[in-house]
């Protein structure tokens, strides 16, 4: 652990090494983040990837996979995975769309309404430790440019 703090601290001063690598950094705050906030929220019996799905699926009606697996920059392959537990858990439901058959929609129940709300709290007490460890204005920043380079790397 001690070589690895000390790896980063090179990073950190631009020294040349696997840590100039966007991707590995990216990837590792990634897995670093969804370990702490899928231990906040095991209470609830919901990972971090299942919360994020019922918070896009819950403002409406629901929404074409397309969709969903757009809003995730998730693979189709990908998002049908996670979805099963979901679905076997009765938190989503998946249709055809009436309007089109080729195309499937994903919709939160009301169970899957109910575990979103229990979650919440704990999903806020993940969002206040990462805070607390990167500083209210730095978590801020951090998001704000995650999200613009997201925009900026759209296929």
């Known amino acids: ?12 001063n631009d020294v040349p090494g696997p840590y100039s690598c966007h991707c590995l950094v990216a990837r590792q705050m990634a897995r670093q983040l969804t ?10 019996g919901i990972s971090v990837g299942d919360f994020s799905i019922l918070q896009f699926l819950s403002p409406g009606e629901g929404m074409t996979m397309a969709d969903l ?9 990908t998002l049908v995975r996670n979805l099963r537990p979901l679905t076997a ?7 055809r769309d009436p309007q089109e058959s080729r ?4 919709a939160i129940t ?6 979103l709300s229990e979650a919440a709290a704990l999903w806020s007490q993940a969002q206040e430790e990462f805070e607390a460890a990167a500083g209210g204005a730095e978590a801020d920043e951090i998001r704000r ?10 296929d």
């Not at 906030?37 to 095991?42: F, I, V």
């Not at 697996?69 to 392959?77: I, K, N, V």
Request: glycine share 6%.
């Open 1 to 12: 652990m001690k070589k690895m703090a000390t790896e980063i601290k090179a990073a950190q």
């Open 35 to 44: 370990r702490s906030y899928d231990r906040r929220l095991r209470p609830a």
């Open 69 to 77: 697996g757009a809003s995730l920059f998730m693979e189709r392959t």
């Open 89 to 95: 858990a009765g938190l989503v439901e998946v249709s």
């Open 103 to 106: 195309r499937h929609m994903v």
């Open 110 to 115: 009301a169970t899957g309404r109910h575990k």
């Open 145 to 154: 440019r995650s999200l613009a380079a997201l925009g900026l790397m759209q």
